[in-house]
């Protein structure tokens, strides 16, 4: 035979099946262009020398993780489809003659050409628009200064190799394929699917349980940080239990109608139920993977929509003040610091609004009742526990609270004030070692602080009597690492462009750090570009990983219509030989697959539903606390897909309904 | 009494950018009475699907009137025309038919379904069927699962369970071998004694020679028909095989 024989034949198969390869390839081609962009944004050079880019980094390594994971899951199951689909063309080689030994060859010769072209096309693709979503990820993440964007050899090599690895697999499943089958199955694979599915209760059952305990947890959770603890687990069991449902709970509740006659035989059931059953039977794997992929694009896209959106809100929570300054009140010269700071505030001209300095001394203790203990009890030591009772507490002297508030308040030896960030505190007296002070006012404003859901732990300032209780106090409870003396703060805020302020704020880091290094520094606007980075790196991987799951979406249901199109045509014409009317059967028809189609969609906002709660705790983890925020970024999630799930649904079944006539 | 009576049927098929234009029905006219057997039979490509198809109401002739228990077909309005169909015609195809979807019982059970027949009665008609076609085992199986001979079988069950004024069969046997095609014919011999009027296109002589008429069909007209009248099968099938090769000589008119 003509060396070429194979290659040929590889090639005029492709063609011919142009209508399921061709999408094949375009998913490949998304995978490897996905899967190269995030590697070279990974591991560009620029990026490491941005302040804060190590989570950054990190999140974008888990990108490359997920879309990994993705790619390998997603062309197995596109590969099997299309390998299922064709096996009636695999029989008839066999029975005119090829040994299966050439049929191997053609398949290999099918994924070479696969292959090349998916991985040339996906490499330069990734090229192209990978410098453009890196510029896109600098503007999300408000990085002004421009930074180069090279080919990335490393990551040409990754994808190529990752790849490689992906096709080779995909073959050896396609040599077994046709290595286990006699030339009857392989004519007969496309009509395996129209057995009479087997259901079976105990599956059923299991996914019951398993989604009930699954949105039992989603439901239960009452912290952020069980919701962090508990939110995967919750996942596996809904995991578990769309498909479990999905694949055998569908077919024995249909199975049931089918057993009660009375139902079953009316002219709208009986063909709607059959029909039902028979493509639950082939779709309920898809159909999983599509309510999967969809409770997955909707929780990514709203979490890290609400997080991007809301951290303005945020960093207030975290810095009370744009600018905080604190050293130890004995060896810190503040009079040298604060004219360090006009000084650079007068080079930028940049205007400062309140400004105030007060002593202090900050531990951090754990509250069991009214006393507050240096450890924790040992055998206590959970996690829980320690989020339950670890208190962050900041002592300050009477007369620079009265001098701040402008009030005059007086205090004994043995008493307190005190500000809780959270809910109020709830003894009336507070214990340090063997010294019990009486709380004589709970207040409800502070100059340092302002009062904020508190998830984790407590914040509390007590205001104490004077300069020596404090230093009592603090010597009592200080650790090994705290500093040795009490500390003096400044704290103001600043006005102005945000640019400047950026600015401002690194020269004075280091203006004041280079007269005294033990001094520490907080700013907001430092802050900022960490926050930016975090959040807008979240929003970047969930706007890319949303966007690939919703394409993959868009496959599963495009392959869907095409491989019942098919069938349907042939059934839409038998019906109407033995007496139903056109418009009825179009009718039926169209209603299963509406049915077919939304019920995926249906299951994902059940779904979404139920993990409201666990995402608003998580969230709230990361002091997002404005629910009406996350519910609206949710339903406007839900709402914008639904229209794109519908939109793909029409186009699809716009060309099934071709086929069908 | 007549059941069936096709008058000056005309049909010409239009491509669809309206160039070629096939006669596939010149002019054909005859009658079946009740609990006759017809056969039609024809060269391929001389119009006998395109007959049937007008028969069973699934398409519309050019011109021409038929007429079943009085009643024009023709003229039935699209929105009653399924209903009609249901409730006065069986059918049997080459291919079966047979939808994968359903047990050969709810196949057979569709027509009724259809027309809103409660299960008890569906179920003691399907009994006493079942039982003559020799079927009765295979009820609870589905289509991929039976033989070729048992598929049709099964159709002929669907298209008997109505109790249908005329049943049509296009080419039934085409798909069987030898053994279940006459299996088939003796079902069909055996029903039409039992007073099943039928209407059957084939193109196998042997199954043409049950029949008690043949019709024949050559460029879209009747061309010549044979009464049984008291030959037995064999002569029938001699009497056929002559007028066949006749035809296909292109032949002068016969007798
Ligand atoms: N839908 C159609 N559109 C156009 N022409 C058609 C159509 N259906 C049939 N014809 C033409 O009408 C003529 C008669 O076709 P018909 O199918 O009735 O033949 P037949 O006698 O059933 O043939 P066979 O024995 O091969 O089944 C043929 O020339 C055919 O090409
Ligand atoms: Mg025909």
Known sequence: ???????????????????????????????????????????????????????????????????????????????????????????????????????????????????????????????????????????????????????????????????????????????????????????????????????????????????????????????????????????????????????????????????????????????????????????????????????????????????????????????????????????????????????EKEKLNVRSGDEISFDLAHFRAFQEGSHFLKDMVEDESTDTMYYERVSNMTLIPLDDYNRLTGGNKSLAENEMLIFSVGDNYEEQTLVFGDDQYLITEQLEAIPMDFKKTQDMGHTYYLIVKDDAVMETIYQTMKNDDDPQTTLHALMFNLEGDEEILNAFSANMRAAVLQSNPDINIQNLYEALTELYFFFGGFLFLGVFLGSLFMMATVLIIYFKQISEGYEDSERFVIMQKVGMDKTEVKKTISKQILMVFFLPLAGAIIHVAFAFPVITKMLAAFRLTNIPLIFLCTLVGVVVYALVYTGVYLLTARSYYKMIH | MRLLEVKNLKKIYTTRFGGNQVQALSNVSFSVEQGEYVAIMGESGSGKTTLLNILASLDKPTSGEVFLDGKNIVTIKDS???????????????????????????????????????????????????????????LQKFPYEVSGGQKQRAAVARALITQPKLVLADEPTGALDSKAAMNLLKIFSTINDLGQTILMVTHSVAAASHANRVLFIKDGEIYNQIYRGSMSNDDMYQKISFTLSVLASGGEELE
């Open chain 1, 1 to 343: 035979m003509n060396k070429f024989f194979y290659p040929k034949l590889a090639l005029v198969n492709l063609k011919k099946n142009g209508n399921t390869y061709i999408p094949y390839i375009l998913t490949c081609i998304g995978s490897i262009m996905a899967f190269y962009t995030m590697v070279s944004i990974h591991s560009n050079k620029g990026l490491d020398q941005m302040p804060g880019s190590t989570n950054l980094k990190f999140i974008l390594f888990l990108g490359i993780i997920v879309i990994g994971i993705f790619a390998v899951i997603f062309l197995f199951y596109t590969n099997s489809f299309l390998i299922k689909r064709r096996k009636k063309e695999l029989g008839l080689y066999s029975i005119l003659g090829l040994e299966k030994k050439h049929i191997a060859r053609v398949l290999f010769y099918e994924t070479v050409f696969v292959t090349i072209i998916s991985l040339s096309l996906g490499l330069i693709g990734g090229i192209l628009i990978g410098k453009l979503l890196f510029l896109l990820l600098l503007n999300i993440v408000h990085f002004k200064s421009p930074l180069s964007f090279h080919i990335d050899y490393w990551g040409l090599l990754i994808t190529t190799g990752v790849f490689l690895a992906i096709f080779s697999l995909t073959l050896v499943t396609n040599f077994l394929q046709v290595k286990i089958s006699n030339p009857i199955d392989l004519l007969k694979g496309g009509q395996h699917g129209e057995k009479e599915p087997k259901s079976s209760w105990i599956v059923t059952l299991i996914g019951i349980i398993s989604l009930g305990t699954g949105y039992g947890i989603a439901l239960s959770v009452e912290t952020p940080l069980e919701a962090l603890l508990l939110f995967f687990v919750a996942v596996v069991f809904v995991i578990i239990g769309t498909y479990a449902l999905f694949i055998s709970g569908s077919i024995t509740l249909l199975k049931q109608l089918k057993k009660n006659k009375k139902f079953y035989y009316q002219s709208r059931n009986f063909i709607s139920v059959s029909g039902m059953i028979y493509r639950m039977k082939q779709n309920a794997v898809g159909l999983a993977n599509i309510c999967i992929l969809s409770t997955m694009v909707l929780v990514t896209l709203s979490t890290t929509v609400s997080l991007y959106i809301g951290q303005e809100g945020m960093r207030r929570d975290f810095y009370p003040w744009d600018v905080s300054i604190m050293g130890e009140a004995a060896n810190t010269d503040f009079a040298a610091v604060k004219a360090i700071v006009e000084l």
């Open chain 2, 80 to 138: 009653e025309i399924s209903a009609f169909r249901r409730d006065n015609l069986g059918f049997v195809f080459q291919d079966f038919n047979l939808l994968d979807t359903f047990s050969i019982q709810d196949n057979i059970f569709l027509p009724l379904v259809l027309a809103q027949k409660s299960y008890e009665e569906m179920n003691s008609r399907i009994k006493h069927l079942s039982q003559r076609l020799e079927i009765q085992e295979l």
